[in-house]
């Protein structure tokens, strides 16, 4: 326990005293600098991003260092959107509800959703974009993109895997990936990531049994980052943040309109909000 | 244990076999809407909003109900980018960054960041929108603004608690509470909560020891949320939602710069991003 | 936000540069002493308690800073016991378990769960503990324990709310709280608190709803911890400590028995172990 | 996202309304009986487990399904107390520090405290136990202890990674866990387990930079767990379990002696506890 696992072996074997052990190098960040009176987000001060830079502008500024282009901006606002919500029946929504029943506090319940977005939640995207990456390797070496992805997909179907990014639980369309896909086409920024999920598409496509298993929401965000130069990692976080929304406007819901400790059964739930309407035109 | 404290006492009295009892009597949600291939967000088709709307309007429309006014659209991307950060040192952050030196994935470290957004820390956005809801409730039984704020004042200087909304570890003037209340003023959204925190903090400012007792952001943002109509619960939960980037970043950085099981002394450490810089002249 | 809310008032007008900030005073434990090569716990050396004091007598010792005589240690060990699990159906539980169904590690599953002992589950010990203790100080004023207990069960009734510590979602006699009162009769601990909760449960059994409204086990832990003199933030940590156990069971139980990703509904489920058995003799 | 990953491919394609979506078969669990008035942990009334078993016994039940040898009890008993506290200086435990000083309630500082429980951090007992195990399938096949353990050690020392389950930050000598192993030796379980690590140190320490490289209590409590049934899953529940109450102690501590909001520097505090004592003899 408490051993550096990747540290340098020499260094474990000079037992320290924690009460005297003086670390004489300061640790550094580069994220936010804070004076009195002054907070600085990656250089430029946070009462000059504010009513200048959207939030979501500033969360792109803050995790990958710079101002997103007027393009970028727009992805990055869309892939936030295309995750806000998902309904009442995620399991992270789920254990949000169930923590909001026992009178926890709001915080508490979006932790315990959070803790929901795990290898088969939202940790798609990394999955996918390491798959992706797979088979921008093959391409660089020489295949097309057709044949690269015929070997990544056999080789997910050799291991008895699903292809990383692709079906969903409801949809056989994903609208959102679609959606996302048409804005990365409309800002000219496809790439080879979204050629090679393109590619994936059409193999899976022709598999037996795979006609009605189609790009989802995870494939789409692993995709169009790829394109647009955020690592795995960032697009990993951008789900967190983009669904903390949700999970939070669900533990509220369950705390103003349900009784306190009830059993919750995800299948017995109906919707009685605003029927199907369309956004004005002035935001159209 | 497990006891619905507010719940009518009598059905407590008949107790039920958790394998038999069956509701009839389905429960509800009025945030999205799950279809097949169909996303509905308050009535909205998620790919409709994707590109249409920023992060910050959808926040918006998914806690509150509706597409946000112009105007008001840009207060709650200020108000979402104010808390966006605030450097290595505060408690919340620690606590997510001494997770991540655990070797703990990106979502563990959120929610352990999350937990800690307390009640001294994002907490004062609700007392202080209940201070001030005390404050108003004596000017519409007809005191004047400064008369009812001497009154608040008075009764926290007794109780020898702080004014909740004011004062900071580090500002004595906090850029980001200006600059909100400045965006108020050009949108026209001034109303009778910020005309409130004005007059307490005229009457703050008056105090032996107060001059340099300012408003900070949690004030601020207390103060606007009640002239745009969102209640103290839901501004509760945007702080939440606006400091996650923050933790994310904080704990992404703590995991790509710094070696796993590290001691982290909050004060020892230096700023070495970007230099203080203006944002390009068209996004002024 | 950030802002000692309790602190000095005067210290808040004294902005600090957190880089510079040298605080001169060290900060203290008392808990645990650690040396190369030696763990002392409250002073003991903790391999010399490992095979001379059980798991539940050392965390009396860690709680309260002495070994426990063998009565204290064995009710120790029996509250400890009390809670250790409820089935699949506290929400906490179901935290945990819909956490699970995620692919979650099995720590974020337990922190899930914890997250989910609010107000109405677990912390009743705290509620009752105080409400006892409200009773207790008019018995020291001069009041009999009778009326003193009609006293506070009326305050109660007033406001409409549940007497803490009575009643039970699933129990008319809850048989944890009966056997923890009969372990404290025959160990000869029983003083002021047991006497106090016998005397609201007279009070209780005359109202006229209140003929099923026993004492629950939240009731039990508060009046035995109030007699052996552990304070109620500890016995609301004893509550945390003994139930992890059981949510991490039920959450490695989801891992094992179930599929990825499913829906859970409470009312679901049946029970397919062990058949009713006692100990054996040797035990009992 | 919401896939499961490992369902079957086929149940993928037919899209389900959620709402309407009713699963025939009920789900199972075989730890614990509800029924009104009753409440049977792996076939036992746990008001007869109450004062019978201790908790540290009742553990084992409810993870194992029987209830211990009193070899085996003495054993849980002392895995469980091996690991309950390690001063103030884990990140587990700041994380958990640093939650408390926000305010938090102490559930969300256990849960902030168990979500640093990681790789590096008690995550070492599923490592290790899986590298022993990796040496005793070589020892099925043939080979001698000393060959096997050469053979496991070598390939670390190629990766490049640490022996799992040996060094520490602060001890050259672990005395908990050379403790266990005795405990292990007098109550006669000791098995292949315990005989490879005990191989494995020895090769360790033939190393040239190896002297000083101990068997660490992670690696003790994966060879006895290992010599005595426990998976390696359960093992690291245990570890869980068993730290829960130093991280509920020192954030209990944390509330109590320190003021909130607070910059805790890890290296600068220093312990003003008891003085080193010793059991009292019949407690020996």
Redo the contacts between chains.
């Keep these: 326990?408490?051993?550096?696992?990747?540290?340098d072996?020499?260094s474990?074997?000079k037992?320290?005293?924690?009460?005297k052990?003086?670390?004489p190098a300061?640790?550094?960040?580069?994220?936010?600098?804070?004076?009195?009176?002054?907070?600085?987000?990656?250089?430029?001060?946070?009462?000059?991003?504010?009513?200048?830079?959207?939030?979501?502008e500033?969360?792109y500024l803050?995790?990958m260092?710079e101002?997103p282009s007027p393009g970028i901006g727009?992805l990055?606002?869309?892939i936030?959107?295309?995750?806000?919500?998902?309904?009442?029946?995620?399991?992270?929504t789920?254990?949000?509800r169930?923590?909001a029943?026992?009178?926890?506090p709001?915080?508490?319940?979006?932790?315990?959703g959070?803790?929901?977005?795990?290898?088969?939640?939202?940790?798609?995207i990394e999955s996918c974009a390491q798959f992706l990456d797979t088979g921008l390797e093959l391409v660089r070496k020489g295949a097309s993109y057709r044949d690269a992805a015929e070997v990544i997909v056999l080789r997910c179907h050799e291991l008895g895997?699903?292809i990383p990014g692709f079906?969903?639980?409801?949809?056989?369309?994903?609208?959102?990936a679609?959606?996302?896909f048409q804005?990365a086409l409309e800002l000219e920024v496809e790439g080879g990531h979204i050629q090679m999920i393109r590619a994936v598409e059409l193999v899976a496509a022709a598999l037996p049994?795979g006609q009605?298993?189609p790009v989802?929401?995870?494939g789409a965000i692993a995709a169009v980052c790829g394109d647009i130069g955020i690592p795995a990692?960032?697009a990993?976080?951008l789900?967190?943040?983009?669904r903390?929304?949700?999970i939070?406007?669900?533990a509220?819901?369950e705390r103003q309109?349900?009784?306190?400790?009830?059993?919750?059964?995800?299948?017995?739930?109906?919707?009685?909000?605003?029927?199907?309407?369309?956004?004005?035109d002035k935001?159209?």
Tied chains: 1, 2, 3, 4.
Aim: glycine share 8%; with cysteine.
């Design positions: 326990m408490n051993k550096p696992r990747t540290a072996r020499r474990r074997l037992p320290v005293n924690p009460l052990d003086v670390s300061r640790w550094k960040t580069a994220l936010t600098c804070i004076e009195p009176n002054k907070i600085l987000m990656r250089g430029y001060p946070l009462d000059e991003i504010m009513g200048r830079l959207t939030f979501g500033s969360i803050l995790l260092g101002v727009s990055m606002e869309a936030l959107v295309s995750c806000i919500d998902h309904g009442a029946t995620p399991p992270s789920l254990a949000a169930n923590t029943t026992t009178g926890a709001l915080r508490a319940c979006v932790a315990a959070v803790l929901g977005f795990g290898r088969y939640h939202g940790g798609d895997e699903p079906g969903h639980r409801f949809h056989t369309r994903d609208p959102r679609a959606r996302l804005m049994e009605a298993l989802n929401i995870d990692e960032i990993n976080a789900f967190i943040i983009s903390v929304p949700g939070a406007a669900q509220q819901e309109r349900e009784h306190p400790m009830r059993q919750i059964d995800p299948k017995d739930h109906i919707y009685d909000g605003a029927a199907q309407r369309r956004l004005p935001r159209r």
